[in-house]
């Protein structure tokens, strides 16, 4: 022990952070989810399919994603810092936030990661396979007014939001941060938020105050936010130029991954199988919901196929009940014979743009809204 203190500092060789960080890559044909990927896959957890049930996802529910660890913060030390290209950069504390005009939006988030772990060949990286969405009543007050008070000068471009929480990704040490364009930004609808249904936001999902900008798959809105930065240039952090983005290849700059692309989802009839998931299902009438979400534009038709997708019924779709949140649908479903079924759902959107039933592959598995696909074993004799 002795001799090891004694050791001088620089005669020890200054380890490489690159060393130690996991590069991006895609999966072998034949290697399945590694010990890595669930060490993701347990902190980061995504919403039970049957919980579809509800309008609002109870808080515990809702998918969950944070790259690196969920900082301690002291609400009563910590500030919100209004900084960069602004005439009157400043600092407001939680108060000052709470006293500020106040508004409750009901959202729908989802992880543009979500899809991943079902691309082949497959991108290594936190392994969803349809469930990295949520629905929560997100309180705060608008974020455009607390900007335009700063004083906006005429050459803003971006907007960059960084967290409290720290971390390395790629060989690259940095604080959690997302630029978004200024218009972006200055949207009546974007928030910051600091409770989630009807309570303060619980560490996880960004305490004491979040960034939220509805329509935009989930990286956006940033957790544990402590600045806001107003930039005269493109915001040139790790998470806009690097992740975040559509490529094919490494060396492909890509595109920026921004709006959720329209995707439908079906609460799996009948009951599981334990290890497999498979359901099973009584030849009787069976109530087919969920829920179907677009941050594009609001989602005007659902289909489901019982038979893989040969031929498609329409659903009904309930009426929607906030601008960015998901909307109810059902189908009513007799299977006629016992049998195996493949049953499937798709959303369209108000651009026009219909879910695909083919993966639409890139390098960083991102906003893979390919349908999902149950298998069901219809039988006489199970209990519904
Ligand atoms: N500071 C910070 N904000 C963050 C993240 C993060 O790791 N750090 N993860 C982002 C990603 S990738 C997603 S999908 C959403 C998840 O929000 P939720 O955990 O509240 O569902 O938070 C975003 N905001
Ligand atoms: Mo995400």
Redesign the pocket.
């Known amino acids: 022990m002795t001799a090891q203190l004694s050791v001088p500092q620089q005669s020890i060789e200054q380890p490489s952070i690159g060393a130690y960080s996991t590069p991006a890559r895609v999966a072998g044909p034949d290697e399945g989810i590694g010990l890595d990927e669930l060490q993701l896959a347990t902190r980061n957890h995504g919403l039970p399919l049957e919980t579809l049930r509800y309008d609002v996802t109870p808080t515990g529910l809702?998918?969950?994603?944070?790259?690196?660890d969920i900082p301690a913060v002291d609400p009563t030390t910590w500030r919100l810092d209004v900084c960069g290209a602004v005439r009157r950069a400043g600092a407001l504390s939680l108060d000052n936030i709470r006293r500020r005009e106040r508004v409750t939006r009901r959202v729908t988030?989802e992880?543009?990661g979500n899809g991943r772990a079902r691309l082949r060949p497959r991108p290594v990286g936190q392994p969803w396979l349809v469930e990295?969405v949520?629905t929560a009543e997100w309180t705060g007050t608008p974020l455009a007014p607390l900007l335009r008070e700063a004083g906006l000068p005429g050459y803003a471009v971006e907007v960059s939001f960084t967290?409290c929480?720290h971390g390395i990704e790629r060989g690259i040490e940095q604080d959690?941060a997302r630029g978004l364009p200024l218009a972006e930004a200055l949207r009546p609808d974007v928030l910051l938020a600091y409770e989630m249904n009807g309570a303060p936001l619980p560490p996880?999902?960004?305490f004491p105050l979040r960034l939220i900008v509805p329509g935009w798959?989930?990286?956006a809105?940033?957790?544990?936010l402590r600045e806001i930065r107003v930039l005269a240039e493109p915001f040139t952090g790790f998470q806009n130029v690097s992740a975040y983005r559509f490529k094919q290849h490494a060396a492909d700059p890509g595109t920026p991954v921004t709006r959720i692309r329209p995707r439908a989802l079906m609460i799996p009839p009948g009951v599981p199988d334990y290890m497999s998931r498979i359901r099973f299902a009584a030849t009787a009438a069976h109530l087919l919901e969920g829920r179907a979400w677009s941050g594009q534009a609001p989602v005007t038709r659902v289909e489901v196929s019982t038979d893989a997708g040969r031929t498609w019924a329409d659903a009904t779709l309930d009426p929607p009940d906030a601008p960015w949140a998901w909307r109810r649908w059902s189908h009513e479903w007799h299977p006629a014979e016992p049998g195996r079924y493949e049953l499937v759902v798709r959303a369209t959107d108000g651009t026009g743009e219909v879910q695909p039933t083919e993966q639409p592959w890139n390098l960083q598995g991102k906003a893979n809204n390919m349908t999902q696909q149950i298998t069901v074993i219809v039988r006489d004799g199970i209990a519904q």
Do not use: N, P, R
Request: aromatic fraction near 20%; charged fraction near 10%; include cysteine.
């Open positions: 809702h998918y969950l994603l944070a790259h690196y988030m992880c543009a990295a949520g967290g929480d959690y996880q999902h960004g798959y989930g990286m809105s940033v957790k544990w």
